[in-house]
C-alpha cells in the first residue's frame, strides 16, 4: 500500500486502469468486491502491464500503508498490476471519491460505518472516465476486459 501524494493520479497518464473504493476493516461488500479485483487482475495480466487495477482506501485513518500491504498479499495482488492507495487526509480522500470519480460515499458516523460504491470504473490513458461496472456482478468481468482491449487500441492526443 502507499500514500496519494501531491502528483495524485498523474502518474497513471498514459495507461488504462480500473478503480474501485474499498476499506479493509469493511464488513459489508468489500471482501466480494475485492475478489473481484483479483480476478480482474488475473484478467489484465495479458495485457503486459500496460492495463492496471487501482484500490483506494476510504478509510485513510486506519488503512495505513502497512495495513494496505498486509490486505494485498492476503488477497495475492501482483504490485506491478495492483496498487492500493491511500491518503493522510480522509476529507480529500472522500471529496476524490465524490468529485473526482462520481461515486456514492457517506462517512461513518457513531451508528454506522462508512456507506460507499461498489462500482468500479475504468479510466482512460487521459486520465478520463470512460465507463462504470457493477463490481459486484460477475458477469461485468467480461464487458471490463472488452472496454480496456479497446480503450488501449485508441491513440494518446
Given at each position: 500500500?502507499e ?15 480500473l478503480a474501485?473504493?474499498f476499506f479493509?476493516?469493511?464488513?459489508g461488500p468489500c471482501?466480494e468486491l475485492t ?17 492496471k487495477?487501482v484500490s483506494?482506501s476510504?478509510?485513510p ?20 498490476l495492483?496498487?492500493f ?5 480522509e476529507a480529500?480522500m472522500?471529496a476524490?471519491v465524490k468529485?473526482?470519480f462520481?461515486?456514492?460515499l ?7 460505518p ?6 468500479i470504473v ?5 486520465g478520463?472516465?470512460?465507463?462504470w461496472y457493477?463490481g ?17 487500441a485508441?491513440?494518446?492526443?
Amino acid at each position: 500500500g502507499e500514500s496519494l501524494g501531491a502528483s495524485g493520479l498523474d502518474r497513471f497518464r498514459g495507461t488504462v486502469w480500473l478503480a474501485d473504493f474499498f476499506f479493509t476493516s469493511c464488513t459489508g461488500p468489500c471482501p466480494e468486491l475485492t475478489l473481484r479485483m483479483r480476478s480482474l487482475q488475473e484478467g489484465i495480466r495479458s495485457f503486459n502491464g500496460a492495463a492496471k487495477v487501482v484500490s483506494f482506501s476510504v478509510d485513510p485513518t486506519f488503512d495505513r500503508p502497512v495495513v494496505l500491504t498486509a490486505y494485498a498479499k492476503r488477497y495475492s495482488a501482483d504490485a506491478k498490476l495492483w496498487w492500493f492507495l491511500t491518503t493522510d487526509d480522509e476529507a480529500a480522500m472522500h471529496a476524490l471519491v465524490k468529485e473526482g470519480f462520481l461515486q456514492a460515499l457517506s462517512p461513518r458516523t457513531a451508528g454506522s460505518p462508512i456507506i460507499h460504491t461498489t462500482q468500479i470504473v475504468l479510466v482512460d490513458k487521459q486520465g478520463r472516465i470512460r465507463a462504470w461496472y457493477d463490481g459486484l456482478d460477475p458477469k461485468s468481468k467480461r464487458l471490463v476486459l472488452r472496454d480496456i482491449r479497446k480503450l488501449l487500441a485508441e491513440p494518446i492526443f
